[in-house]
């Protein structure tokens, strides 16, 4: 069902770009091409990004799993954590998960708040 879409897409896209350069360079004569060249030495820079961000993500998850894994595991056990007086080592072990967790999301943030704003995007730009 969602195939014809993404076949469309695929067989348009090519043409697309073709006419899109064509009109770039008719409009806006040879500064297009300066226009083109950043836009496509940019990319390398953008996925480099993009790859920090997802690992930073992925990390940030599994500190999160670890985090609800011990939370789960203190909540189950209710009867025994409390029959033994464990209440501060699960504690301390989900504060642990859970700076592990921050310290993750806080670079994932950093890597996000790095891709927003491009140091080619001029600062009057939304």
């Not at 998960?97 to 491009?118: C, I, W």
Request: include cysteine; aromatic fraction near 8%; charge should be neutral.
């Amino acid at each position: 069902m969602m195939v014809m879409p993404a076949l469309f897409g695929l067989i348009t896209a090519p043409l697309q770009l073709v006419v899109t350069i064509a009109l770039l360079l008719y409009y806006l004569g040879l500064p297009a091409l300066v226009g083109l060249f950043i836009l496509g030495s940019a990319m390398p820079i953008v996925k480099t990004v993009g790859s920090m961000a997802k690992e930073a993500l992925s990390l940030k998850m599994i500190h999160s799993d670890s985090r609800i894994k011990t939370f789960n595991e203190a909540i189950q056990g209710i009867k025994v954590v409390k029959f033994y007086a464990w209440e501060e080592a699960f504690v301390e072990r989900i504060t642990v998960a859970r700076d592990a967790e921050a310290e993750a999301l806080g670079s994932f943030a950093y890597n996000q708040a790095g891709s927003s704003r491009s140091p080619l995007q001029p600062l009057s730009c939304p």
